[in-house]
C-alpha cells in the first residue's frame, strides 16, 4: 500500500488478557519503530528493527510489552496480561535505511483496557 | 525526564495569523529537528525537518526557526487557515540512534 497500515484501528480488552496489534509499513522501508501516544501527550518510543532485527527495545515499559519483525517486513507488538495504564494509541511508523530519515506513520491502534 | 520541551500547550489564532510554537532541547547530540501535525484519529504527518547546520527552513507557509547557541527551535505558520487547525509536535534525534523523541505537543485552533 501507499502508506503504513495499522491493525486494528480500535481494540478494546478486559483486563488481563493478550492482545496483538500489527503494523504493515511502507513497502522497502528498512526500518520500523513503535510509539504509544497517551491521550494529550506526544508519542513516546518503545522498540525499533532495522529488518528483522530489533535493534532498540529500550522503551518497552514492562516484560509485558512484546514485539517481532520475523521477515523484516510486518511486525506486531503483543501485550500480555493487560493493565488499565495499557490504554493508549500505538503508532507505528517506517522509514528508509539509514540515520535520521523521516518516519512515516499509520494512523495507529487505539487500545482501551477495560 | 523530557527530552524536548514544547509551548504553548494550546494556541489560539484568527485566519491569517502567525502561530508560533516553540521547543527546547538539551542533548547537543540531536541533529536533526522535525515538525509533526496530526489530525484527531490519524498518524502523525511530517511537515518540515531542519539540520543544525542552517537556521531558517522554508516549506510553502511552514517556516523552522533554529537556534543551535539556545538550544531552541520553533514553527511559524504563516497565513494561518481553519485547515490548520491541528495539534503540530516537534521533535529531535540523532543520527546514530533512530528514535525520535517528541515533545507534549500544541493544539493549535484556527478561527475563521
Known amino acids: 500500500g501507499a502508506g503504513v497500515s495499522q491493525s486494528p484501528r480500535y481494540k478494546v480488552a478486559k483486563r488481563g488478557q493478550d492482545v496483538a496489534l500489527r503494523c504493515d509499513p511502507i513497502?522497502?522501508?528498512?526500518?520500523l519503530f513503535w510509539y504509544q501516544q497517551a491521550l494529550g501527550q506526544g508519542p513516546e518510543f518503545l522498540t525499533y528493527?532495522?529488518?528483522?532485527?530489533?535493534?532498540?527495545k529500550s522503551g518497552l515499559p514492562s516484560d509485558r510489552f512484546f514485539a517481532e519483525r520475523p521477515e523484516g517486513s510486518v511486525s506486531t507488538l503483543k501485550i500480555q496480561r493487560t493493565q488499565q495504564e495499557d490504554s493508549a494509541v500505538y503508532l507505528c511508523?517506517?522509514?528508509?535505511?539509514?540515520?535520521?530519515?523521516?518516519?512515516?506513520f499509520g494512523d495507529g491502534t487505539r487500545l482501551s483496557i477495560l | 525526564q523530557q527530552q524536548v520541551k514544547q509551548s504553548p500547550q494550546s494556541l489560539i489564532v484568527q485566519k491569517g495569523g502567525i502561530p508560533i510554537i516553540n521547543c527546547a532541547y538539551e542533548?547537543?547530540?540531536?541533529?536533526?529537528f522535525p515538525w509533526y501535525q496530526q489530525f484527531p484519529g490519524k498518524g502523525p504527518a511530517l511537515l518540515i525537518a531542519?539540520?543544525?547546520?542552517?537556521s531558517e527552513k522554508k516549506e510553502g507557509r511552514f517556516t523552522i526557526s533554529f537556534n543551535k547557541s539556545a538550544k531552541q527551535f520553533s514553527l511559524h505558520i504563516m497565513d494561518s487557515q481553519p485547515g490548520d487547525s491541528a495539534t503540530y509536535f516537534c521533535?529531535?534525534?540523532?543520527?546514530?540512534?533512530?528514535?525520535?523523541?517528541f515533545g507534549s505537543g500544541t493544539k493549535l485552533n484556527v478561527k475563521p
Open positions: 511508523a517506517s522509514s528508509k535505511e539509514g540515520g535520521n530519515q523521516p518516519q512515516h
Open positions: 513497502s522497502g522501508h528498512v526500518s
Open positions: 528493527f532495522q529488518n528483522e532485527a530489533q535493534l532498540d
Open positions: 542533548n547537543t547530540a540531536f541533529d536533526y
Open positions: 531542519i539540520r543544525p547546520d542552517v
Open positions: 521533535a529531535a534525534s540523532m543520527n546514530n540512534f533512530n528514535k525520535f523523541y
